[in-house]
């Protein structure tokens, strides 16, 4: 199993520029999630989803958007990339929402690198 | 409103010594509680858990406590080893729920 992957490790855009950052994973999971890292804030929640078409707002949405149509996968959207958006960012997956204690123990892909000029 | 804080931005400890790292939540709702550890350009990775009904889970060399009438829990590494150098985020959720809230991480750094 390749577990998490993202692509690409490390993207420079323009202010006003669009992008995809690319996630898969190979473990079946149901739920996957993309955070962002930034110094200081540790890792915050911007879009999750619990399954195949369905997705959900995390924690920092605004100027992202996602969506889920195989299990697979999970690409995050940039649509006008600004500067405030260059951080690391971290796909991660879990094995879902049959509930119980062990629902919450995501697998994280390796992250990837912005930087928005 | 930072749900989940580890006030102790850095931590540097002897090789072979305990390290103590801590962590607060605001939220009483939260019952499931892990720890993940992250090197520089990797992912995190999961440490170990434990859940509310509980207040003690060990897994080798790390434990970790829980104080729920305090909403406190705290990750005990003994002994520390060169390889436990890392970023260490404390998380929280709630049963049957996959959302995790993460707390800013603390730099552990082990002296040989």
């Known amino acids: 199993n390749a577990g998490v992957t993202q692509t690409p490790k490390f993207q420079v855009l323009k202010t006003g520029q669009s992008m995809t950052l690319q996630c898969a994973q190979d473990m079946n999971h149901e739920y996957m999630s993309w955070y962002r890292q930034d110094p200081g804030m540790g890792l915050r929640l911007i879009h999750y989803?619990?399954?195949?078409?369905i997705t959900d707002q995390g924690e920092v949405p605004n100027g992202y958007n996602v969506s889920r149509s195989t299990t697979e996968d999970f690409p995050l959207r940039l649509l006008s990339a600004a500067p405030s958006q260059t951080s690391v960012y971290f796909c991660a997956s879990s094995s879902g929402t049959s509930g119980g204690w062990g629902s919450g123990t995501q697998y994280f892909g390796p992250g990837t690198r912005l930087l928005v000029l | 409103d930072q749900q989940v804080k580890q006030n102790s931005p850095s931590l540097s400890v002897q090789e072979g010594r305990i390290s103590i790292l801590n962590c607060d939540y605001t939220n009483s709702m939260f019952d499931y509680f892990l720890w993940y550890k992250k090197y520089p350009a990797e992912g995190p990775t999961f440490l170990i858990s434990?859940?509310?009904?509980?207040d003690k889970n060990e897994d080798g060399r790390f434990t970790v406590f829980l104080n729920k009438s305090a909403k406190h829990l705290s990750l005990h590494i003994v002994p520390s080893q060169p390889g436990d150098s890392a970023v260490y985020f404390c998380a929280a959720s709630n049963f049957g729920n996959e959302k995790l809230t993460f707390g800013t991480g603390t730099r552990l750094t082990i002296i040989p």
């Open positions: 434990i859940s509310s009904i509980k």
């Open positions: 989803s619990v399954g195949a078409g």
